[in-house]
């Protein structure tokens, strides 16, 4: 049965206050010596990463997204000479690709665009096909045409930066950065696996081996299902009435042995605990449809009845963001905001970069009976 939350939310019940300084620009030496911020309670508790085994109990199911991030940003030019930026957010068959595109005037179907220097210059040229998924989407398709038949994975390890978010200052025209070598180990998750991300599951990356050590001598059973993160995981929500916000659509899949370890978590009578938010809507995806790959724009705001996940590990997230809205509906609106005043006030590092918090599923957000 739906559930109707007891009062309506919008948009602007999202929005708070953030200072500049507290957004993370850079990751903490070490992956595990992020704060980690115990949300299971009021008032919360001030932690430190490592600490996340004592919290959890033996049997616990933790639940990863083993999702790799792409260097899917290239640079280039139309012929006319305009510069152009390519965020390649999904590679189809042959040498076909999905892309987002940054340029002053969109060229139109059937134009040649030269990337990385083009075929004649040691990169490759693109020919835009179509708009996707449709004549009015967002997204770009396009054929990308390798001098030596190179496939659209290799000319993205070969020519694209990584592509952080846009919060973190960085180089952003494919220049020398001082920092690429940093980002291109710690934007990525110890066990990352699949290639497919044009970000990074942000929540895994306070994980390295010695915490994942000491969860197996906890007696925490390990699992991973794969969701490619989209860009639109970054797009702001334009209308104050969330009916009418347009969710973007992702990948997922989830292995026979992630769905064996569900099922034997459920017998012990075991919590599952979800890595990150892309873990989430992985899982109560597959709980909706019964399908373990497929597409996902599950949207999940207050009043949303979880069937799979008892606890999260999360990060911090932009204001008026989609992800807000998952944590509130997971955790209680009124908890998750008085948290975040919280966090606020005890200078905790937000977003990508930045420090996580455990939260316990409220009773007051429904579950499957």
Known sequence: MPHTPTRAFHLSDFDFELPEALIAQHPTPERSASRLLDGRSAPPTD?????????????????????????????GEKASGGRLELLIERVLQGNEVVAHMKVSKKPRPGA?????????????????????????????????????????WELMQRHGHLPLPPYIERQQSGGSDPDAAEDAERYQTVFAARPGAVAAPTAALHFDEGVLAALAERGVERASVTLHVGAGTFQPVKTENLD???????????????????????ARGGRVV???????????????????????????????????????????HLPKSTLMMLVSAFAGYEHVMALYRHAIAERYRFFSYGDSMLLERTPDAPARA
């Open 274 to 316: 979800a890595v990150g938010t892309t873990t989430v809507r992985t899982l109560e995806s597959w709980a909706r449809t019964g399908q373990a790959t497929g597409d996902t724009s599950i949207f999940i705001t207050p009043g949303f009845a979880f069937q799979v996940v008892q606890l999260l590990v999360t990060n911090f």
């Open 244 to 266: 009418e916000h347009r969710m973007h659509s992702e990948w997922y899949d989830i292995p026979l042995a992630t769905l064996a370890a569900l099922e034997r978590c459920r």
């Open 47 to 75: 932690r430190i990463f490592r600490e996340l085994p004592q919290l959890l109990q033996p049997g616990d199911l933790l639940v990863f997204n083993d999702t790799r991030v792409l260097r899917a940003r290239i640079f």
């Open 112 to 152: 040649t665009l030269h990337m990385a220097g083009g075929s004649t210059g040691g990169g490759f040229d693109a020919t835009l096909l179509s708009r996707w998924p449709d004549a009015d989407g967002p997204l770009f398709r396009l054929a990308l045409h390798a001098p030596d038949g190179a496939s659209p």
